[in-house]
């Protein structure tokens, strides 16, 4: 079984075994973090950029852009449903005739966008991608399986940069780009832009996560009375397949909240205008999922609360910072997520071996010799299979 864990997840316990390495590292040689810091990003980048077989939509990604698919009905299918943004890059795919190039495109935008400001708002950068790389679930291996959303997430960590700086229009407008040209989901941004403006006034931010709460408890009623947003009511079904997705990691971050709030209470400790905008985000998140999970269920809770989740690593490493004895503290709970990260893809892999007629689609190998015969079994959620044979090239 480990011998199986090995050769075909090695992209998680390379990055893992790296990253808790350069933990240590800078654990022993503060001064050198930086250094640490790209050698890690630079090889993680390699995994992201070269990833094959990532979450089950990879199929469907390569299906389009695959030369190859021409008279399989999801090839002009995918191609009309995607937006904007993904139409051009798979003009540029379908040139080449190389499918791997959509996601070497994808993987190397992730990886400038993710990596730089990760390493802007972070002041524990360590402590903060353990949390983005171990958590598998919700995090890195989320954003870049379900390509067109964790792009469109990526760009509004980018674009809420001008948020911070109270540039809102320009706000407004990135946003409203990134819905049309990317995904539609990232018009929940926009609910961001209350909490900048109204952030030294503490009641009416109040009285907004009470609309907040409003709108989670509606969102079902919302997306599927708005022709803009119609096509989503799909993940709003209660599918076995999606309904746990990411409740439990999800859960262990909430409990990391709550005792980062108790101890805000205990040592009184200030956060600075910064820390306190992305405390707000990631309250929000929560919000957001555990209403929503409660009433709705289905794929939706998670695709919508991660525009703001996506922020707690970097609030949560920041806060620690704050606390006496922050860097043990920090350093071990790189150890506890670093076990809880392999022991996820371990369980992966052991499901994967056990049951061959299902797709798993967690490797996370590289793409270099790979070709779509590769695919494990080409398998997609409920156990169904691409019935189209392909054609040599």
């Not at 402590?127 to 399986?145: D, E, K, P, R, V």
Request: proline letters at 2%; glycine letters at 4%.
């Amino acid at each position: 079984m480990i011998n199986y864990y090995i050769k075909n997840y090695y992209g998680y316990y390379i990055l893992f075994f790296l990253l808790l390495i350069l933990s240590l590292c800078k654990t022993l040689k503060p001064n050198k973090e930086d250094k640490y810091y790209k050698i890690f990003a630079v090889i993680s980048s390699l995994f992201i950029i070269f990833r094959f077989d990532v979450e089950f939509d990879y199929v469907w990604y390569w299906i389009v852009g695959d030369n190859r698919f021409k008279d399989y009905w999801f090839y002009d299918y995918g191609f009309n449903a995607s937006e904007r943004f993904f139409k051009f890059l798979y003009l540029i795919v379908r040139f080449f005739d190389s499918p791997k190039l959509f996601f070497i495109i994808t993987g190397f935008i992730f990886s400038i966008i993710f990596f730089t400001k990760v390493k802007k708002y972070s002041k524990d950068i360590f402590l903060a991608l353990s949390f983005y790389f171990y958590l598998n679930t919700i995090y890195i291996t989320f954003l870049i399986g379900f390509i067109r959303q964790g792009i469109a997430i990526i760009f509004s960590v980018f674009i809420i940069e001008k948020l911070l700086k109270k540039e809102y229009k320009r706000f407004v407008l990135l946003t409203f780009l990134n819905a049309i040209f990317v995904h539609k989901s990232a018009l929940i941004c926009l609910m961001l832009l209350p909490i900048k403006i109204f952030e030294s006034k503490k009641i009416l931010i109040k009285c907004y996560y009470g609309i907040i709460i409003t709108l989670a408890i509606k969102m079902e009623c919302i997306v599927k009375n708005i022709e803009f947003l119609k096509k989503y009511a799909y993940f709003f079904k209660k599918q076995e397949t999606f309904n746990d997705l990411g409740i439990k990691v999800i859960s262990i971050l909430f409990l990391f909240f709550i005792g980062i709030l108790l101890l805000k209470i205990n040592f009184k400790i200030k956060l600075n205008q910064e820390e306190t905008f992305f405390y707000n985000i990631v309250l929000m998140g929560f919000l957001f999922y555990f209403i929503a999970y409660k009433l709705v269920g289905g794929h939706m809770p998670l695709r919508i609360s991660l525009y703001f989740l996506f922020y707690f690593p970097i609030y949560f490493s920041n806060y620690l910072l704050k606390i006496k004895y922050s860097n043990i503290l920090s350093l071990y709970l790189i150890v506890l997520l670093f076990i809880f990260g392999n022991y996820r893809a371990f369980k992966y892999s052991l499901r994967e071996r056990e049951n061959s007629e299902e797709r798993v689609s967690k490797q996370f190998k590289l793409m270099f010799f790979k070709d779509y015969k590769d695919l494990n079994g080409k398998y997609i959620p409920m156990n169904k299979k691409v019935d189209y044979e392909i054609r040599d090239k």
